[in-house]
T-cell receptor, first 112, second 114 residues
Framework: ETGVTQSPTHLIKTRGQQVTLRCSSQ?????VSWYQQALGQGPQFIFQ???????GRGNFPPRFSGLQFPNYSSELNVNALELDDSALYLC???????????FGSGTQLSVL | AQSVTQLDSHVSVSEGTPVLLRCNYS??????LFWYVQHPNKGLQLLLK??????LVKGINGFEAEFKKSETSFHLTKPSAHMSDAAEYFC????????????FGTGTRLKVLA
């Protein structure tokens, strides 16, 4: 186990709704990254947070947004859900300056 | 463009036989490369990483990988497959200097036959 926990594990939403996914990073880690893994694909980088600021973003629209809190936990928010947002969302924590990422087990989001 | 390509989407081997999972990368920078394994309903687990030290990297569970710059490859091998090795394997690159993001390959599903 990596010490990175994500909640909820599964979620079902309808198109147009909003969703919030949560991640608690491994103790001592100050950087959190979020990835989207569509069925049969490799994870795609959404964004990274360091010290509560967005520190880089992948090719995702602005309706994907995030937060990092002083305790380094993080949220991923997705507005105006679309069917293609159905995927496994993975959170990974790390220590700034170190490349090794520790992944949580993910949140499986289904959009109907 | 920076990219990671896994050449096989599915690989089947018999238990006790060697495993070879192939990965090529494209990067104008000296990359850091990783192999992760994903078991069903579990998070991604790091098997090994290459960060410009030794080109032959040993990882957990008997896996190793060799970085070959001339071939832009980073293939994953194991001398003898075990049933518990059945999983999805991802080759991952940190391909740009100072980058904050990983680039994942599309994955190789390893099946181990009894």
């Amino acid at each position: 186990e990596t010490g990175v926990t994500q909640s909820p594990t599964h979620l079902i939403k309808t198109r147009g709704q909003q969703v919030t996914l949560r991640c608690s990073s491994q103790s001592g880690h100050n950087t959190v990254s979020w990835y989207q893994q569509a069925l049969g694909q490799g994870p795609q980088f959404i964004f990274q947070y360091y010290r509560e600021e967005e520190n880089g973003r992948g090719n995702f629209p602005p309706r994907f947004s995030g937060l990092q809190f002083p305790n380094y936990s993080s949220e991923l928010n997705v507005n105006a859900l679309e069917l293609d947002d159905s995927a496994l969302y993975l959170c990974a924590s790390s220590l700034a300056g170190y490349e090794k990422l520790f992944f949580g087990s993910g949140t499986q989001l289904s959009v109907l | 463009a920076q990219s990671v390509t896994q050449l096989d989407s599915h690989v089947s081997v018999s238990e006790g036989t060697p495993v070879l999972l192939r990965c090529n990368y494209s990067s104008s920078y000296s990359p850091s490369l990783f192999w992760y394994v994903q078991h069903p309903n579990k998070g991604l687990q790091l098997l090994l990483k290459y960060t410009s030290a030794a080109t032959l990297v040993k990882g957990i569970n008997g896996f190793e990988a060799e970085f070959k710059k001339s071939e832009t490859s980073f293939h994953l091998t194991k001398p003898s497959a075990h049933m518990s090795d059945a999983a999805e394997y991802f080759c991952v690159g940190s391909l740009t200097s100072g980058t904050y993001k990983y680039i994942f390959g599309t994955g190789t599903r390893l099946k181990v036959l009894a």
